[in-house]
């Protein structure tokens, strides 16, 4: 990847070592290296890089210090630890490459990687959205938005990575500070203004946006989720709050729907605006009504203090989509569109297609494949979806392996609560033992069926694998008037068993299984 860009002149390794504070070895001729980019792994180096060898949770990146020589690094940054490796092992690419030692390389990679880049993200406008659910929605709601003012948009998150036409599948929602810095400057030369991007709390937490300060960030609401990684729910909230400090960005939108929202409201260390829907938008500063809703759109009003309104359509179900919308119109307010400006430009309202975002797939049985994977998410997804069902609700789930445990038995209890026909199925079971997650979240939906049974509601309890099965057993069973949401896993083409990646497709089974049906059959799953 190309780092001279408009800016000119690459970067030395010595304007490097003296712009952060670093010793240049003595012996070595570094004085005359220039870099080209920055890779954190040997798999993406190339010609000219310097090799951040940082400690893993496996391994420590100076393992790969001799296939990141290889593959072209003219020099290595990395800690004492890494130090010591070098030494003790890859004598070849010791003695030919210079080692630069920080106490902690990941605190600076970000710095390091924007300033070899020649700081690409001052030369675009940049968004950053974070939160549990939503992160991917309103970034291409906002794409959406700032395309449609004429804008030339960049997009960044879960599913790929867009610039201009060209998209990528997408590894890490957030990817790494070294890749992040390189699209960016790819995204300047391709003449992009505007860079949409999701930020997750790991990426706040692994420094990933470091080098970045976002002139529009927000937030969409906290749930519990990630808990593994961050241990807790305030060590969780306060990763997410670290993106509403200047470090990070300039200004800041935050939805106040939920407790969170308005704990970060009060604290963040930025401007911001408030949006917030029914009781939280009277003391907001934009305030959401939602004049009509039908089975695939909602049409709504977002009200500023000052009087100044907009009313607009959002053609994605659920409630919570009014609010993602709401979220990308005062990002894009706040970047200094106007409300009349927007309306101009989207005399249809919000179209947006969110792969794999409550896509709607099939119909008679309607087929909606969602990426509702915690709790929260599904139980907001199965009750917007339960309004506009004439018949049955089926949702077709199960629980990721090796990670947050707790929430398995609790999307068991909340699939009871909202849908009618449940069929457990398996996730990305990853090394573990998918039935042993399956029986963990059946034990939760087995727990949940007596106080249903006692409303009244009549709930089919089914466990039925593989995924792929037990999609088109569902869709097989499912009546014309039936809804049937697939969740978990979205646009994800990948289910990985043991170690080993399957293709499974949800979009892709039911079509399959919508072709096989017979019209007037059905059948237990
Ligand atoms: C917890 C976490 O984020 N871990 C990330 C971290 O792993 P690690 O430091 O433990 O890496 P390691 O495997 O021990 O390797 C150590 C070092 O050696 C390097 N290496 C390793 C192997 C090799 O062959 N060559 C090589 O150079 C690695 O790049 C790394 O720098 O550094 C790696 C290198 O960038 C990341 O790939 C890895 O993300 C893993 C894949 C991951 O799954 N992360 C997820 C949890 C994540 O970040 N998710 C969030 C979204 C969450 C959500 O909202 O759903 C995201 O932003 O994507
Ligand atoms: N504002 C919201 N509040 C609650 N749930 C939401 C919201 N927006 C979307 N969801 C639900 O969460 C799921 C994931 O949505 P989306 O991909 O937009 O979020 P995300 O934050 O990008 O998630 P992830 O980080 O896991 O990729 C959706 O499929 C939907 O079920």
Request: net charge negative.
């Amino acid at each position: 990847m190309s780092t001279t860009g408009e800016a000119g002149r690459p970067r030395t390794l010595a304007a490097l070592a003296d712009a952060f504070g670093l010793t240049l070895p003595a012996t070595s001729d570094a004085a005359g290296i220039t870099l080209t980019g920055v890779s954190l792994d040997n798999r993406t180096t190339a010609d000219g890089y310097l090799f951040a060898a940082l400690p893993g949770a496996r391994v420590h990146g100076a393992a790969f210090v001799a296939p990141a020589v290889e593959a072209g690094a003219v020099a290595v940054l990395t800690d004492a630890a890494g130090a010591a490796l070098i030494a003790d092992g890859a004598e070849v690419a010791r003695t030919r490459v210079p080692v630069l030692v920080a106490d902690d390389p990941r605190l600076i990679l970000g710095d390091v990687s924007a300033w070899v880049h020649h700081e690409p993200a001052e030369k675009v406008r940049t968004f950053g959205v974070t939160g549990t659910n939503g992160k991917t929605t309103t970034t291409y709601l906002l794409e959406e938005i700032l395309s449609s003012l004429g804008g030339r948009t960049g997009l960044i998150g879960t599913v790929e990575l867009k610039v201009g036409p060209d998209r990528t599948p997408a590894r890490l929602t957030t990817p790494e500070a070294p890749q992040l810095h390189a699209l960016l400057t790819e995204m300047v030369a391709a003449d992009v203004d505007a860079v949409i991007m999701e930020v997750s709390s790991h990426a706040l937490a692994l420094h990933r946006v470091d080098g970045v300060v976002f002139d529009v960030v927000a937030f969409t609401n906290l749930t519990e989720d990630h808990l593994d990684f961050h241990g807790g729910i305030d060590h969780y909230f306060a990763t997410k709050a670290s993106l509403f400090t200047p470090a990070h960005a300039r200004r800041g939108v935050v939805l106040v729907d939920d407790a969170w929202g308005r704990r970060l409201a009060e604290q963040a260390g930025i401007d911001i605006v408030t949006v917030g829907t029914g009781a939280a938008g009277r003391d907001a500063d934009w305030m959401i009504v939602i004049n009509h809703t039908a089975a695939d759109h909602t049409d709504f009003t977002i009200t500023h203090s000052s009087g100044r309104s907009l009313s607009t359509t959002v053609h994605l179900p659920g409630r919570f989509n009014v609010a993602n919308a709401a979220v990308a119109l005062v990002m894009a307010i706040e970047s200094g569109t106007t409300p009349a400006e927007l309306n101009h430009a989207l005399p249809h309202g919000l179209r947006a297609v969110v792969p794999g975002r409550m896509e709607l797939v099939a119909n008679r049985p309607r087929c909606i494949v969602d990426f509702a994977h915690n709790a929260d998410a599904l139980r907001l997804a199965l009750a917007a979806l339960r309004p506009s069902t004439k018949g049955r609700l089926f949702v077709v789930f199960g629980a990721t392996g090796e990670r947050d445990r707790g929430k398995r038995a609790v999307m068991g209890r909340v699939a009871v609560e909202h849908a009618d026909v449940v069929v457990i199925t398996d996730d990305d079971p990853h090394d573990e033992e998918a039935s042993a997650i399956r029986a963990e979240v059946m034990a939760g939906a087995l727990r949940a069926l007596p106080a249903a049974q006692r409303t009244g509601r009549a709930v089919d309890l089914f466990e039925v694998a593989p995924r792929r099965t037990a999609i088109h057993r569902a869709i097989r069973f499912a009546g014309p008037a039936d809804t049937v949401l697939i969740a978990g896993r979205g646009h994800e083409t990948l289910q990985e068993i043991a170690g080993v990646e399957y293709h499974l497709d949800d979009r892709e089974e039911v079509r399959t299984a919508m072709s096989e049906r017979s019209p007037q059959r059905t059948e237990e799953p």
